[in-house]
């Protein structure tokens, strides 16, 4: 099954909406959330994109979705409303649950945060319920419109720019938002609470912020996003809003039951062209990420390949130390391990006549404290370079490739 897959799903007034499901690399969720975007946005900004990716790599799956008449979900975005979109996200959940799993965690982006709010009272299987630079009553979206106001009050509608985008706005979708509170919803919300909000956000200030964290009872936390702008549109704010969702939320979540890989594999890596060099990582039961520098068109966001070949040389050798220090009862109380590696040529394997051939090269320092004697630390050394992984590295290796359909 690919990464994302196309699915669509009826709301309450029939119409087809558009999502994205986006599964972790051994498609065994431990948990479902649903992403409502912000308002005139749709599943596809950047943000929704890096949030979800970094959910997925620690095995959470993701339906991410357009509100209808938005994206490529059917309807007229004029005839919706903040009580319709509430409607939507039923919808979803409703999807969920039925094809799938019900869903364990909200997440909404600006009005969508709204909506979440408003819309865990009628999904009984939500757990936990993030925010992101949302406003603390969907009122707040007036002021957007605020230019042609007067024109849709005397002819009940009127063009309105918000952002890039020209949008038809109606006086049933201004008297909706001025009907909905959220204040007493957030107070019996009871469930977690995570509110990210930006301090520099000029779209919703962010003393929405606080009058929610103020509505809301425990268990409920804030983060503030600083230096982020209300779309999130720094590739690495988004990332670091998926992250600090994900190591939030699993504190409200059930111990995942572990899964194997496909064929009993020990790891999967999973790289999809839109990612650039961003990749899942799944190694027994532990999600990460593999990445290269932005110097090479990388992200940053994890270790790259040869990073995490060092760190497998690296961990293996402190393990194999102390496993043997143990073994002879000695005091060895810590061994730190810094590795570099580079490609250098080396002269002595050269054949007469031939270019210097490249060799990589592991350059490897070891730290070794304790009350350790010069004999001790000699054969620790000695030891080091019988590590398994060394063992692998200096030995002849089969690499085995398949074509999977």
């Known amino acids: 099954m690919p990464k994302i897959t196309k699915v669509t799903f009826t709301n309450k007034t029939g119409y087809q909406l558009s999502a994205r499901l986006e599964l972790p690399i051994d498609r065994h969720p431990i948990a479902y959330a649903l992403f409502a975007h912000c308002f005139t946005c749709s599943k596809n900004i950047r943000a929704v994109r890096s949030i979800s990716q970094c959910l997925t790599k620690r095995g959470i799956a993701v339906l991410r979705f357009d509100f209808a008449g938005l994206g490529d ?3 007229d975005f004029s005839d919706t409303n903040f009580t319709s979109n509430i409607q939507d996200l039923i919808a979803a959940a409703d999807y969920l649950t039925s094809n799938l799993e019900a869903p364990s965690i909200l997440i909404g982006h600006s009005l969508g945060g709204a909506a979440v709010l408003a819309a865990a009272h009628e999904i009984p299987s939500v757990k936990a319920v993030v925010t992101i630079g949302a406003p603390s009553e969907p009122a707040h979206v007036e002021h957007l419109v605020q230019s042609a106001s007067e024109e ?38 009871g469930r977690a609470l995570l509110i990210l909000h930006s301090p520099q956000d000029q779209v919703v200030t962010v003393d929405n912020a606080e009058k929610i964290y103020l509505a809301a009872r425990h268990p409920k936390s804030f983060i503030s996003l600083d230096g982020a702008d209300h779309l999130l549109s720094r590739k690495e704010d988004g990332h670091y809003v998926g992250e600090v969702i994900a190591s939030w939320v699993i504190r409200y979540l059930p111990k995942p039951v572990e899964n194997p890989l496909k064929s009993g594999s020990q790891v999967a890596v999973r790289l999809n062209n839109a990612d650039a060099f961003t990749s899942e990582v799944k190694a027994g039961k532990h999600h990460f990420v593999a990445d290269e520098p932005e110097s090479v068109g990388g992200n940053d966001f994890g270790p790259s390949p040869y990073e995490l070949v060092s760190s497998g040389l690296g ?35 050269v054949a007469d006549g031939q270019k210097p051939q490249k060799i990589d090269v592991f350059d490897r320092h070891i730290t070794l404290t304790g009350d350790l004697d010069d004999k001790q630390k000699a054969r620790l050394l ?16 089969k690499i085995l490739t398949k074509l999977i359909e």
């Open 73 to 75: 979900s059917e309807g």
């Open 315 to 349: 961990a293996c050798t402190v393990m194999t130390l102390h496993m043997y220090a143990r073994r002879k009862k000695w005091d060895l109380q810590e061994v730190t391990c810094h590795i570099d590696h580079h490609k250098n040529y080396a002269e002595d394997l």
């Open 152 to 189: 849709i009050r005397t002819t009940g509608q009127a063009k309105v720019q918000i952002g890039m985008q020209s949008f038809n706005i109606k006086k049933q979708f201004l008297e909706d938002i001025k009907e909905q509170t959220l204040k007493e919803k957030i107070n019996r919300l």
């Open 382 to 397: 000695e030891i080091a370079d019988r590590c398994p992984v060394h063992r692998t590295l200096h030995g002849k290796v």
